[in-house]
C-alpha cells in the first residue's frame, strides 16, 4: 500500500510539473513570428491591429458571441438549422484564356474564384482540401469545387488575403506552385506561413503594389479582420483586400472582412471603376438574429459595400461550403436578394453565381447603383429577412 502511494503521489507530482511545464511552454511553442518591422498605423511593433477603432482585434470578435457559438457547438446544443451533409455539384471545365475586354468569373466556393481577363488567369484564396482547419480537423466541405483541381487553366496570378485555414490553405497553394508557378500575392507575414509549404510569395502592406505587367497591377488594400493559424499567434499576420487594376474596369477582392468604419469599400473605388466586387456574405451569424459581427459582414453590410463600391457586377462569397456560423445554408444569399430589392437596387447586380457557373461580367461603368443605402435598415424588419435563418 505504502508503495502505491508513493507511486501514485509520484505521478501525480509528473503530471503537475508537465502541466505547468506546458502552461509555459506549449502557448510559446504555438506562437509564431511571421513578419519583423517598423511600427506603423496598424502594426505595434508585434502584432497587427485594425486602425480604424471599430474593434480591439485581441479579444474575442464582437458581442463574444464566437466562444459560445463553438461551446454549444461541441456540446451539441446550439440549435442550428440544419445543413446538408453534401450539396451536389456540377463541375465544369473553365476557358484556356479569356482575351481582349471579356471578363469572366468562376465560383468555385467559399473565397475562391477564377476570374479571366486580358489573357490573365487569377485566383482569389484557393482552397480545394476537404477541411479548412489544422491537421484534417476543422469545418468540412459540404460543396465540392465547382471546378476540379486538375481542371483548372494555368494560373497567372493568386490572391491570399489572410491566414485563416478557410482562406490560406497550404496543400493546394503548394500544388498551384508545382503546377504553374503563378505570381502569388498577399499580405504582410503571410508569406512566412506560405513559405512552410516551400512555396514563394510576395507580401505587401496595405497600399503597396505590384506590377504584374504594363498594364495590369494589385494592390493591397485596407479591410476589417483579424489573423491567427493557432491560439497565440493571433494578429502576428496582416489581413487584406486587394484591388486588381485593369483595362475595361477594376477588379476588387474583398477577402474575409467586418464592416469596421466603413470607409475602406470607398477607399478601393478610388483606384478607379469597379468592374468586379468579389464581396462575402456568409459566416455573419454567431447568436440567433444576428447581422454581422466585427469581423464578418452580413447581407446587410454586403449591400451597403456594393453601394460604397458601386461595381457594375458584384458577386457574394464566403457562404455555403464551409459551415462556419449560425444560419442556414442558404440564407446568406436569399437575405441579400430580399435586402437588394427592399432596398431599390437591382438584385442581378449583386447576385450569387452557381459553383463552376461562368459569369460574364460587363465592363465598368461611372454609374452609381441605383438603390438607397439609407432604406437598408429598415429592409431588415420586414417579414421576409426576418423569417430568413
Not at 444576428?290 to 458601386?310: E, L
Request: hydrophobic share 40%; glycine share 10%; proline share 8%.
Amino acid at each position: 500500500m505504502a508503495r502505491f502511494l508513493r507511486v501514485a503521489t509520484s505521478a501525480v507530482l509528473f503530471l503537475l510539473v508537465a502541466a505547468g511545464l506546458a502552461i509555459a511552454i506549449v502557448p510559446r511553442f504555438l506562437d509564431r513570428i511571421y513578419y519583423r518591422g517598423p511600427t506603423s498605423a496598424h502594426f505595434d511593433g508585434e502584432r497587427f491591429f485594425n486602425p480604424d477603432g471599430e474593434e480591439d482585434t485581441l479579444r474575442v470578435p464582437t458581442g463574444g458571441s464566437r466562444s459560445g457559438f463553438f461551446w454549444r457547438y461541441l456540446s451539441g446544443g446550439d440549435g442550428r438549422p440544419p445543413w446538408p451533409e453534401k450539396v451536389a455539384v456540377r463541375s465544369t471545365v473553365p476557358a484556356r484564356r479569356v482575351d481582349g475586354d471579356r471578363m469572366v468569373a468562376t465560383w468555385i466556393g467559399h473565397a475562391t474564384v477564377l476570374v479571366q481577363t486580358r489573357g490573365l488567369n487569377i485566383l482569389t484564396d484557393p482552397v480545394w482540401s476537404d477541411r479548412a482547419g489544422p491537421l484534417g480537423f476543422g469545418p468540412k466541405r459540404v460543396m465540392a469545387p465547382g471546378v476540379r483541381f486538375e481542371d483548372l487553366p494555368k494560373i497567372d496570378l493568386v490572391l491570399v488575403s489572410h491566414n485563416h485555414y478557410d482562406h490560406l490553405d497550404k496543400a493546394s497553394l503548394k500544388r498551384l506552385w508545382a503546377r504553374d508557378r503563378p505570381l502569388i500575392v498577399t499580405s504582410l507575414g503571410n508569406d512566412s506561413v506560405i513559405g512552410q509549404a516551400g512555396v514563394p510569395a510576395t507580401a505587401l502592406d496595405w497600399g503597396q503594389r505590384i506590377a504584374v505587367r504594363s498594364d495590369v497591377d494589385v494592390i493591397v488594400s485596407r479591410n476589417h479582420h483579424w489573423g491567427s493559424r493557432w491560439f497565440t499567434d493571433r494578429n502576428r499576420a496582416l489581413w487584406s483586400a486587394f484591388t486588381i487594376r485593369l483595362p475595361g474596369g477594376n477588379l476588387f477582392f474583398a477577402g474575409d472582412t467586418g464592416l469596421g468604419d466603413g470607409k475602406w469599400p470607398r477607399e478601393a473605388a478610388s483606384h478607379g471603376p469597379v468592374r468586379l466586387a468579389l464581396i462575402p456574405v456568409g459566416a455573419f451569424r454567431f447568436t440567433p438574429g444576428q447581422m454581422g459581427t466585427g469581423s464578418h459582414i452580413g447581407p446587410p453590410d454586403a449591400v451597403r459595400v456594393f453601394h460604397r463600391m458601386a461595381p457594375s457586377r458584384a458577386i457574394p462569397i464566403h457562404w455555403g461550403t464551409f459551415r462556419l456560423s449560425y444560419e442556414g445554408r442558404d440564407t446568406p444569399p436569399r437575405m441579400l436578394s430580399s435586402i437588394m430589392r427592399c432596398a431599390g437596387y437591382d438584385p442581378a447586380q449583386f447576385a450569387p453565381a452557381g459553383p463552376g457557373a461562368p459569369v460574364e461580367v460587363p465592363l465598368a461603368t461611372s454609374e452609381a447603383p441605383r438603390g438607397d443605402e439609407g432604406r437598408i435598415a429598415g429592409c431588415l424588419r420586414t417579414p421576409e429577412v426576418t423569417a430568413l435563418r
